[in-house]
Every structure is written in structure tokens, then in C-alpha cells.
């Protein structure tokens, strides 16, 4: 019986691996597409395979499948389809182990009446020996004797070949039992094992994705505010916003050209990055938006994107600071008998507009003639010197003094009113 029900799975195995077939080439073709690094055709080709293999209820490519998927869209953009198919995996290879156990009752239950048929060919046997002891009373004695002895011989015979029937049916059913046992051990055994090392792959999947999450929010707080950034995780895009006043303020440093000519371009970058490193630095103690640098130009916002009422005096005061770094640098410098730079900062209060440009490279950025007004400021002002307009002017001169330079001539805008801060 085992083997014949061994002999009925392994047909149908066959059968079933031949209807899948072409489930089994494009499971096969995508696996040739990941070797070869074309990693969009191999999606394509493992998601053609999981198609074929669900219509042909093929259980373990679909689980193939799920596993090459998960594997292929393991990244950052597409971690929670990672984690469906990781998912989907889960559930078939449970329901796998599911339909063995199943099978194995049933071959344990077909094995229990192929008994139950021999024992009931044994009782009608007896049946049939009583019948005959009745027939015995119309004999004569002699012939009686003669043939229950007979009979008895045989009665002897068909009942040691009884027990021997049974005593090996026995064994047999033992045997049985203990492979079927041993089967289930080792099904289990398997399952739980394999059970271990897919949940201790897809804790580690899941690991190296939030690590990997980490690093890409980390890298996108970097550029973009961090109310900018959730907006643009939570719907894919962002909004510009207008603001009825921020404060902006342009840094340069005098001669920066003629400087860098005497120096190397790694001793140029290691010093430019020295300066923006400490003004990063001076900055985000303030709370203080960092735009970009252009060269040696370093500009940034307060006031965005969280408005801020004391924006003005915030941005004096970390200008301050940036101008105390720069002068302790250029003191060194001169004692030391090196070559020095000198800082222009331009400071503008108004209107503006904000937000983010670009797809591929994210980049926030402001707009509106109070930038270039702020650059002019910078463009017009002394080295070692804060230049501010009128309108930084008039919302801060409670708490700073500063020195009224009358009206100073701003490239494309005119005369403008500017002050220095002492």
C-alpha cells in the first residue's frame, strides 16, 4: 500500500512538473537576466513565472519566485514589496507543511482498513470451519475421526498461517508507523530549521532596510529642511511657500581668487571647507536655514521654512560669531606670517519665496528681489564687515548700534540706505 500510494504522488508529480513547464523557463530565464546584472528584466521575468506558477497552482516556484523578488527589490524605494513577497513566502511554505501532514494521515488511515479487511477474511473463515464441525454428526465414527483429523491438520495450518499473516502485518503496520513517524519528525524538523533561517533572513532583510531608510532620511534631512522632507515622503512632492518676511545674508571672502592661485586645489577645498564647516556649525545653533555655497559664498535664511518673529536679530547675531571665527583665523595666520583671508557679510530683511527644484537632485532654494537685495548688500559692504539694509535696520537697532553709511550706489538697484554694525 505505501508503495502504491509512494508510486501515485510520484505521478503526479511528473504531471504536474510538465504542466508548469513554462512556468519553470521563465523562472529559469529570469534567473539568467539576475546573472547578468539586467536587474528590471529579471523582475519582469519572476513576476511572468509567479503568474504561471499560481495558474498552475504550482506552490514551490510560486515560493521561489517570492524569494528572487523580495531579493531584487530589497532596496529603499520598494522595501514594502520586499517585505510582501518575504510575506507571501511565509504563507505558502506553511501551507505546504499543512497538506504533507494531511497526506500522511490518509496513508496511515488506508493502511488501517487493508487490516480491518484480513482480520474480517479471518472471522468468515472460522465461520466457515464451524459450519463444516456440524456436518460431522451424519458422519460415521470412524469416518468422523478420520476426517476431523483432517480437518484439524488443516484448521492447524490455516491458523499458523493466520498468526504468521498477522505477525507480519503487524511488523509491517510497525514499520510503517515508525517511517511515518520518523517522516513527520524529519518534516518538522526541516520545516522548524528552515522556518528559523527565513525569519533570521528576513530579520536581517528587515534590519539593513531600516538601516538603509535611516541613512536615506538622514542624507535627505541633509539637504532638505525637515518639514520639507516629510512633506515630500508623506505625498511625493512639495509645495513652494511664500513668506511676508525672512532674513538673508550673503558671505564672500575679498581677493578669493587671487588667493587660491598660490595654493594647490586640495589645500584650496580643505581650507573653503574649514570656513563653511565652522559656519555649518555657527548656524544650526541658531536655527538658521543653509541654502548653498556658490565658490567661496556661503547664504542662508532665517525665517523658513517654521517662521520666526526674531528672525533679524537671530541672523546679526550668528554673523557676529562667523565674523569673530574668520578674524581669529586671519590673527593666526598673521603671526605665522601666512597668507589670510578676508570676510564680506551682507544682511537683507523682506519678502520671499521658497521651496524645492529639481527630481533626480533635490535642492531648496529661494527666490525674490530681496535675495539680490541681500547680495548687493554683501557685494557693497567693507571686508571684515556686517552691511546691512534699512529694513534690518529699522527691527533690530533696539538691541545692536550700528554706523550709518549714508546712501551707498547697489548694482541695478540704485542709491539704497546701508549701515554698518559696530
Known amino acids: 500500500m505505501y508503495r502504491v500510494v509512494s508510486s501515485l504522488l510520484f505521478c ?16 529559469k530565464e529570469g534567473k539568467t537576466y539576475r546573472k547578468e546584472g539586467k536587474k528590471n528584466k529579471a523582475i519582469k521575468s519572476f513576476e511572468d513565472a509567479l503568474e504561471a506558477a499560481k495558474s498552475a497552482g504550482n506552490r514551490e516556484l510560486q515560493m521561489s519566485c517570492h524569494i528572487e523578488l523580495a531579493e531584487l527589490k530589497d532596496n529603499v524605494i520598494t522595501y514594502k514589496e520586499a517585505l510582501d513577497h518575504y510575506k507571501a513566502f511565509t504563507d505558502l511554505y506553511k501551507k505546504k507543511m ?45 469416518q468422523v475421526k478420520t476426517k476431523f483429523e483432517n480437518q484439524q491438520l488443516q484448521i492447524d495450518k490455516q491458523q499458523q498461517d493466520l498468526i504468521i499473516s498477522e505477525s507480519e502485518n503487524k511488523r509491517n503496520i510497525l514499520m510503517f508507523v515508525i517511517g511515518i513517524v520518523c517522516l513527520i519528525v524529519l518534516f518538522f524538523g526541516l520545516g522548524y530549521l528552515r522556518k528559523r533561517k527565513t525569519n533570521q ?19 535627505l534631512l541633509n539637504i532638505l529642511p525637515k518639514r520639507v522632507a516629510e512633506e515630500l515622503k508623506e505625498f511625493g512632492k512639495t509645495s513652494s511657500r511664500s513668506y511676508s518676511n525672512a532674513t538673508i545674508m550673503f558671505t564672500d571672502f575679498k581677493g578669493f581668487t587671487k588667493f587660491s ?20 556649525e555657527i548656524i544650526e545653533g541658531y536655527d538658521i536655514e543653509k541654502i548653498k555655497t556658490i565658490g567661496d559664498a556661503y547664504m542662508c535664511v532665517s525665517g523658513i521654512p517654521e517662521e520666526t518673529e526674531n528672525h533679524a536679530h537671530i541672523m546679526i547675531k550668528a554673523a557676529l560669531d562667523m565674523k569673530s571665527f574668520v578674524d581669529q583665523q586671519m590673527k593666526e595666520l598673521k603671526e605665522n606670517s601666512k597668507p589670510y583671508l578676508e570676510m564680506r557679510i551682507g ?29 548687493r548688500m554683501e557685494q557693497s559692504g567693507l571686508p571684515g564687515m556686517i552691511n546691512v539694509s534699512e529694513s534690518v535696520y529699522a527691527i533690530t537697532n533696539d538691541q545692536f548700534d550700528y554706523e550709518y553709511r549714508g546712501e551707498v550706489e547697489a548694482k541695478n538697484k540704485g542709491k539704497m540706505k546701508m549701515y554698518f554694525v559696530k
Open 98 to 142: 499543512t497538506d504533507q501532514n494531511e497526506e500522511l494521515a490518509d496513508s496511515v488511515n488506508a493502511l488501517g482498513s487493508e487490516v480491518g479487511q484480513h482480520l474480517e477474511t479471518i472471522e468468515q473463515q472460522q465461520s466457515e470451519i464451524s459450519t463444516k464441525d456440524m456436518a460431522f454428526d451424519s458422519l460415521s465414527d470412524e
Open 261 to 280: 592661485e598660490k595654493l594647490t586645489p586640495e589645500e584650496i577645498v580643505q581650507i573653503i571647507d574649514g570656513y563653511f564647516r565652522a559656519f555649518d
Open 347 to 375: 544682511i537683507h530683511t523682506g519678502p520671499l519665496v521658497a521651496g524645492v527644484v529639481g527630481s533626480s537632485k533635490f535642492a531648496y532654494d529661494v527666490w525674490g528681489d530681496s535675495v539680490n537685495i541681500a547680495a
Open 12 to 27: 503526479l508529480l511528473i504531471a504536474f512538473s510538465t504542466y508548469s513547464q513554462s512556468a519553470y523557463e521563465l523562472y
Open 201 to 219: 533572513t528576513l530579520r536581517n532583510k528587515n534590519y539593513q532596510i531600516a538601516k538603509e531608510k535611516e541613512k536615506s532620511e538622514e542624507l
